[in-house]
């Protein structure tokens, strides 16, 4: 890995599976970092789905105060992951930088972009655990990512308890 530390990206959002690997990540791979280590905690605000009057067939057209309504939810969202998952990071004995980035766009064209552009050494992300039929419907951010980032790719899965 890099000489200056290792940099590493963790998706955060919403779900116990991203806590739970960022959890995992702060135990097993940050606990005899050094203070050249930085880990990184990226959330993905996905894009409303609002369009234009001019094309009001492709979506869903709404008020301007129902979008500021929208929109700040979404800002909300993103600030209380983004708060919980530094939390976390607080609770751990660990000496690596901690960075948080929020970003908009697609998770998984948001997570490939960041990692490359960072030129991250490690990219770690929950997985859903969904099934074959459901991750044919909904798509697999990891799986996405695991094919797409030319880094060293983990996805850690919640034990079923």
């Known amino acids: 890995m890099g000489e200056k530390g290792k940099k590493i990206l963790v998706g955060v959002d919403e779900g116990e599976e991203s806590g739970y690997a960022l959890s995992w990540c702060l135990q097993n791979l940050l606990s005899h970092s050094n203070s050249e280590d930085t880990l990184i905690l990226l959330f993905a605000k996905t894009p409303l789905p609002i369009y234009s009057a001019i094309d009001s067939t492709a979506g869903y057209l709404f008020s301007q105060s129902i979008v500021a309504t929208m929109d700040t939810y979404a800002n909300q969202v993103a600030d209380a992951v983004m708060q919980k998952a530094s939390t976390l990071c607080s609770t751990f004995n660990h000496q690596a930088k901690v960075e948080t980035m929020v970003e908009h766009g ?56």
């Open 106 to 161: 697609d998770p998984r064209d948001v997570i490939c972009q960041v990692a490359e552009r960072l030129k991250v050494d490690l990219l770690v992300l929950g997985s859903h655990g969904y099934g074959l039929i459901k991750r044919a419907f909904l798509g697999s951010v990891s799986q996405h990512c695991a094919q797409q980032v030319k880094c060293p790719v983990l996805i850690v899965k919640k034990p079923t308890n």
